[in-house]
């Protein structure tokens, strides 16, 4: 509530990921719904291209369901692209047509 969307995004990359990093600019934004509590809900996400500062800690948050953080080349991003939600394709679409 108290944190503007950078700042979350920034928090969010540290404790879910243990990875510092800073914001270099925004990609895209996307919706989805997930259950909670037996409840539907709609969120926004903001996605950004960061750099990252310091991986030394980095580790995945068990408590919110991540197994693994690890770095992967675009290569194989793209191969895990065509695995994954189809948001998350928008999203690294975009990011690579702006380069």
């Not at 503007?4 to 928090?11: A, F, I, K």
């Amino acid at each position: 509530k108290w944190e503007t969307v950078e700042e979350g995004s920034l928090r969010e990359v540290e404790e879910e990921c243990g990875v510092k990093v800073r914001i270099i600019e925004k990609i895209d934004e996307t919706w989805h719904t997930y259950h909670r509590k037996k409840k539907l809900h709609l969120k926004k996400t903001h996605w950004y291209l960061m750099e990252c500062l310091d991986d030394s800690k980095m580790a995945p948050q068990i408590e919110e369901d991540i197994d693994l953080v690890e770095w992967k080349t675009k290569s194989e991003v793209d191969k895990i692209l065509k695995l994954t939600y189809k948001n998350i394709r928008k999203v690294i679409k975009n990011y690579y047509e702006s380069l």
